[in-house]
Every structure is written in C-alpha cells, then in structure tokens.
C-alpha cells in the first residue's frame, strides 16, 4: 500500500488537489492541542476560529498564526 504524500505542516491534499483547511467552527480547544497551550491566550477553549479571526482582524488560521502565536 502507497504513503500519502504530505506536506511539512501536516496538511494534506484531496483527492481533487485541494488543500485540508480548518473551519471558521473549529474550537480553540481544538487548536491548542496542535499548537500548544497558550495557542490564543486569555481566549476562552469553546471560542470558534472563525470568532477569533474576526475578533483579530485576521483572514485566516496561518495570518493569525504569523502575527500572534510565538
């Protein structure tokens, strides 16, 4: 059986190319175990990304990613 090929953030695409993303519903709680515990500080872990990106000024996971998560 053939590896899925992936990329070096853990994404991976379709079967029609297209790249896995995160949804606006997706909890905090949920990325905090991806990106660590003080992933969105002071947030609270039932916040969805979509609020957080909009409370942030911010169009998606990596924007928010690259100005905010150290």
Known sequence: MAKKKRSLDGRH???GGAIDRKDANTRVKSLRKKYGHHFAKGRRSDLMLGTLL????CKSLHEYLRRHHR
């Open 13 to 15: 695409r379709d079967k």
């Open 54 to 57: 909009e409370d942030t000024r």
